[in-house]
């Protein structure tokens, strides 16, 4: 069972442009949300991070918008350029208990075009 | 800081030998270290779960003993392919936690491996 589900697939923005994926999760239990940026042939890096307790959350160009009661949240990427082309992974987990998996999205391909 | 390696990058080995790769912390000691599967254009699968000195928790249709997990250390967690076979072909990447607070984790390179 897929417990977090990621659109779109792909996305093509130009440059200076807005890109905006969206989850969402279905286990109540998650109180972690990450965002990682993964480039072709590497491993996938921490972009940003958020808890449920906020709504929102704002590292430079990059933005999480976090929807408690619809169980959803976002990745917003301002002015995007070229370099942010790789694919971008949302996922949940759990602190409580120790050190949690971690559970990804399917991932979203983003291409910023010139 | 919070540096994981992994080593090989990338590897080539034969149908029905065994190939180790090793997941390394650099800066610090990972209490808990993930195995994760990833093939092309596909999500990231989490395989088994390890802790320090204890045996390793795999997740469901995993086999335990074609994947033999080692964490023998607070920085060296191994990850055996035994009897490789084609299927086995995939982006093999760790991720290390310890570094921060509970829910940080630390993802490394990436070992591919290819099963001619």
């Known amino acids: 069972q897929q417990q977090v589900k990621q659109s779109p697939q792909s996305l093509i923005v130009q440059k200076g442009g807005i890109s905006i994926i969206n989850c969402a999760y279905e286990?109540?239990?998650?109180?972690?949300f990450p965002w990682y940026q993964q480039f072709p042939g590497k491993g996938p890096a921490l972009l940003i991070a958020i808890r449920p307790d906020v709504s929102e959350k704002k590292e430079g160009r990059f933005t999480i918008s976090f929807n408690k009661s619809a169980k959803q949240f976002s990745l917003h990427i301002m002015d995007s350029q070229p370099g942010d082309s790789a694919t971008y992974f949302c996922a949940a987990s759990k602190g409580s208990g120790g050190y949690q998996k971690v559970t990804f999205g399917t991932g979203t391909k983003l291409q910023v075009i010139p | 800081g919070a540096v994981v390696s992994q080593h090989p990058s990338w590897v080539i080995c034969k149908s029905g030998t065994s190939v180790k790769i090793e997941c390394r912390s650099l800066d610090f000691q990972a209490t808990t270290m993930f195995w994760y599967r990833q093939f092309p254009k596909q999500s990231l699968m989490l395989m088994a779960t390890s802790n320090e000195g204890s045996k390793a928790t795999y997740e469901q249709g995993v086999e335990k003993d074609k994947f033999l997990i080692n964490h023998a250390s607070l920085t060296l967690s191994t990850l055996t392919v035994t009897s490789a076979h084609p299927e086995d072909s995939s982006f093999y990447i760790c991720s290390a936690a310890g570094a921060g607070g509970v829910y940080e984790q630390y993802f490394g390179p990436g070992t591919r491996l290819t099963v001619t």
């Open positions: 286990n109540t239990a998650f109180d972690y």
